[in-house]
């Protein structure tokens, strides 16, 4: 039997799978069928599939497969909830972790509430240009503040890689009609972003404080988005200096919940430091037979409930009293 795990950062949820513990590892087309399935139907779904893999250099290495089978290059809530079960399997409270594009620092951070665990991730790296994120729009190498009527008429746009590609903008009342169709057509075949874009809309709702909402590519809407909400924090620091305080962290609600972001804004904003933290929440165990894994029919689930998820509503509940 093989210990699946049912997690979520900000109620965005995943399944963990930590390959170094099967017989045989999942070939790509076992895992990405293996997402699709996990995402769709078991438990009420899920947001996505984190793997574990073994690391040359790093404790773990985390790879990120979307709730349609495509693969991402990060996910910064999927990366605290993959630390807390490192730092839990190994003992280390600070450590690295392997990811497409970077070798991310991961640390315990205090608990978020009584009995809510956290972890501070770095998200890094970081890219304005057209060609990482990738995009096309008229002759701009960097989309930042921009208006772009194509999108919609009333509003600016950047677009920042982190490394997964976000377009953002800051809106004075998030609309979920604008942003799921905004959503959708810069995720099916369009001439702006070839590979398609994670679109958040945020509100400013005082200094250092914010609503983010997002749709993801190969998902759709989420409760949240770790690396669209420290792509918006960035994004943030860098256009409403007014409201941003550089020595404190910047807390960011979302339909799941809240997290804090800390930038480190320099003057080349590409060099810049973002570190997310946030709860990193168990809710299920699952023991499944190996060769279900394999097969994708998942037939003999047993299934044990943590209980964490009661810790983490009275969070929720804490932070909805105080606003
Ligand atoms: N929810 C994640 C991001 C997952 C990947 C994204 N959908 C993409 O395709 O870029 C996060 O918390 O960062």
């Known amino acids: 039997m093989v210990k699946l795990l049912k997690v979520h950062g900000s109620e965005n949820k995943f399944f963990i799978l930590d390959q170094t513990l099967l017989e045989k590892a999942l070939n790509d087309e076992e895992l990405k069928r293996l997402a699709i399935n996990l995402c769709q139907d078991v438990l009420d779904g899920a947001d996505g599939l984190l793997v574990i893999d073994t690391s040359e250099n790093c404790l773990g290495k985390m790879r990120v497969i979307n709730a349609d089978g495509s693969e991402a290059k990060m996910c910064g809530?999927?990366?605290r909830t993959v630390?807390?079960?490192l730092c839990e399997k190994y003992h280390l409270e600070d450590f690295k972790v392997e990811t497409m594009s970077a070798d991310l620092s991961v640390s315990?951070?205090?608990d978020f509430y009584e009995n809510v665990?956290?972890?501070s991730v770095e998200i890094s790296p970081i890219s304005f240009q057209k060609d990482t994120l990738p995009f096309a729009y008229k002759d701009l190498d960097q989309m930042i503040d921009e208006h772009v009527p194509e999108f919609l008429p009333d509003q600016s746009f950047s677009a920042v890689a982190v490394p997964n590609p976000h377009l953002i903008s800051f809106v004075p009342e998030v609309s979920q009609l604008e942003l799921g169709d905004l959503g959708q057509r810069l995720n099916r075949k369009n001439p702006y972003f070839p590979e398609g874009v994670n679109v958040s809309f945020a509100q400013i709702l005082n200094t250092n404080k914010l609503f983010v909402q997002t749709y993801e590519r190969g998902v759709g809407f989420t409760n949240a988005c770790g690396t669209?909400?420290?792509?918006?924090?960035l994004m943030f620091a860098m256009l409403h200096s007014?409201?941003?305080d550089p020595e404190k962290d910047i807390e960011v609600y979302n339909p799941g919940g809240m997290v804090k972001t800390h930038i480190t804004l320099e003057s080349q904003p590409e060099n810049s430091q973002i570190r997310l933290i946030g709860n990193a929440t168990f809710t299920h165990e699952l023991e499944v037979p190996e060769d279900e894994l394999h097969q994708n029919k998942l037939q003999t689930i047993q299934v044990t409930i943590t209980g964490e998820e009661d810790?983490?509503?009275q969070f929720v509940n804490s932070i909805n009293n105080k606003n």
Request: no cysteine; hydrophobic share 30%; charged share 20%.
């Open 108 to 110: 315990k951070a205090d």
């Open 117 to 119: 665990p956290a972890f």
């Open 77 to 79: 809530n999927g990366l």
């Open 311 to 313: 810790n983490y509503r």
């Open 242 to 244: 007014d409201q941003f």
């Open 228 to 233: 669209g909400m420290s792509a918006t924090s």
């Open 83 to 85: 630390s807390r079960y």
